[in-house]
């Protein structure tokens, strides 16, 4: 595509800014990195960027992949914000119908809080358990069925089993499958199509991963908690619940990034979603920004590769837009 195609295509997107038009700063970076599909950057009301260089487009739905923890963290918010659940409130209190008979004792009192962060203490259920989880014939049952091998409240385990877990404890606590409570208290109020996904055997949601979004819905997300979780005027999710999510409670030992309810904290300020393969909902609240990022989605992002060149680009050309 010729130079002036590509500046009319930028262009006639509405409030793009035509400086970042007139010298694309993530041209060379698609080119160099052949994964890399879509970018979508907003600076307070002002969209500087929205471009596709590759993958399906802006308006087509991408596997967010794990940015799906991120969302189902939401949604235990909202359930707060309605009292339907505490974040204090155990698997005991709230799903205990969801206990296996044979797991260890402290799976009781495993809490909300602690499987929205990722420190349930069970042994883990992603990398290479993953395959052998979903194979299983009860996702939760097998997930609640590993040992302990950390405290709950304790280190990090990132295990989609634990944000599977805590979908199903929602859907036992509010009486809603989890894509009818994403539809109606995110999707709804956003503006968002949210369109169903893969279930356990059980018929249970699968919390923590294969959700779709279109890179456009992934940055009104991302707008929406850089605004206090403010839609339109509307206030979609609870304001206190994005400031708790974003407090750092444990440390990934593979990033080395802060992780609070269900989102990657940096030191520079990003707070992101992170799924596979470098799909991306990210939100700098001090500087007004918010991007969305896709990728895809079959192939790795390692922290020391392609998703750490994902976050340099945050760092650099989004930062300083």
Not at 139 to 146: D, G
Not at 247 to 260: E, F
Not at 280 to 308: K, M, V, W
Request: with cysteine; proline share 6%; charged share 15%.
């Amino acid at each position: 595509m010729q130079r002036r195609t590509l500046l009319a295509s930028a262009l006639s997107l509405p409030f793009v800014s035509r400086a970042w038009a007139e010298d694309d700063p993530f041209a060379a970076f698609a080119g160099a990195h052949d994964q890399f599909h879509a970018i979508l950057v907003q600076k307070g009301d002002t969209l500087i960027h929205a471009r596709a260089y590759g993958g399906p487009g802006l308006n087509a739905l991408a596997n967010i992949k794990s940015c799906s923890k991120s969302m189902v963290s939401l949604l235990l918010g909202c359930a707060i914000d309605r009292e339907e659940v505490t974040l204090d409130a155990t698997l005991g209190d709230v799903a205990p119908r969801l206990i296996p008979t044979d797991a260890d004792p402290k799976v009781a009192d495993i809490t909300l809080g602690d499987l929205a962060s990722l420190r349930a203490g069970l042994e883990r259920t992603s990398g290479p358990n993953y395959g052998a989880w979903v194979a299983s014939s009860n996702w939760v049952r097998n997930a609640l069925s590993r040992p302990m091998v950390a405290e709950p409240g304790g280190r990090m385990l990132y295990s989609t089993g634990s944000t599977h877990v805590l979908g199903a404890a929602l859907a036992e606590a509010t009486g809603l499958t989890l894509l009818e409570q994403a539809r109606t208290r995110l999707g709804r109020p956003l503006g968002i199509e949210i369109p169903p996904w893969i279930r356990d055997p059980q018929g249970f949601y699968l919390g923590g991963n294969q959700m779709a979004l279109t890179p456009r819905a992934m940055l009104r997300v991302a707008l929406t908690m850089r605004d206090g979780g403010r839609w339109e005027g509307t206030q979609v999710i609870p304001s206190d619940w994005v400031d708790i999510s974003v407090q750092p409670l444990t440390r990934s030992p593979y990033s080395g990034l802060s992780y609070g309810y269900g989102w990657f904290l940096n030191a520079t300020g990003w707070a992101l979603a992170r799924g596979y393969g470098g799909q991306i909902i990210a939100f700098h609240t001090n500087r007004d920004i918010a991007a969305a990022i896709t990728s895809d989605p079959t192939r790795p992002a390692r922290s020391q590769g392609y998703f750490g060149a994902l976050m340099d680009l945050l760092d650099g050309p989004v930062m300083s837009a």
